[in-house]
Nanobody, 124 residues
Framework: QVQLVESGGGLVQAGGSLRLSCAAS????????MGWFRQAPGKEREFVAR????????YYADSVKGRFTISRDNAKNTLYLQMNSLKPEDTAVYYC?????????????????WGQGTQVTVSS
């Protein structure tokens, strides 16, 4: 089992940057593909980015491509999301998630473990 704890959220002006972290417990972090999702008020949770267990392959939602970067440090059991050029529409609660399965990993049901989320608010 993996426990995930996000941090790094906060309030930032449009055009600014934030780096989210997701600390994972357990010795098997490196065997999981990891993803970031977000949920804005009144909207469904949506995929943001994912990274393979070995950090070789990454994939991004079109809405964040070129602005966000997902990375991981398996030695530190930590997942990151660097968010640059933030926009008000990026405002949401951001969740990290771990997946045992392989594949596209673009849907919530592809993931087995979830963090509690961290709030990101971008002011205009």
């Amino acid at each position: 089992q993996v426990q995930l704890v996000e941090s790094g959220g906060g309030l930032v002006q449009a055009g600014g940057s934030l780096r989210l972290s997701c600390a994972a417990s357990g010795r098997t972090f490196s065997s999981y593909a990891m993803g970031w999702f977000r949920q804005a008020p009144g909207k469904e949770r949506e995929f943001v980015a994912r990274i393979s267990w070995g950090a070789v392959a990454t994939y991004y939602a079109d809405s964040v491509k070129g602005r966000f970067t997902i990375s991981r440090d398996n030695a530190k059991n930590t997942l990151y999301l660097q968010m640059n050029s933030l926009k008000p529409e990026d405002t949401a609660v951001y969740y990290c998630a771990a997946a045992r399965a392989v594949g596209d990993l673009l849907r919530q049901r592809d993931y087995d473990y979830w963090g509690q989320g961290t709030q990101v608010t971008v002011s205009s």
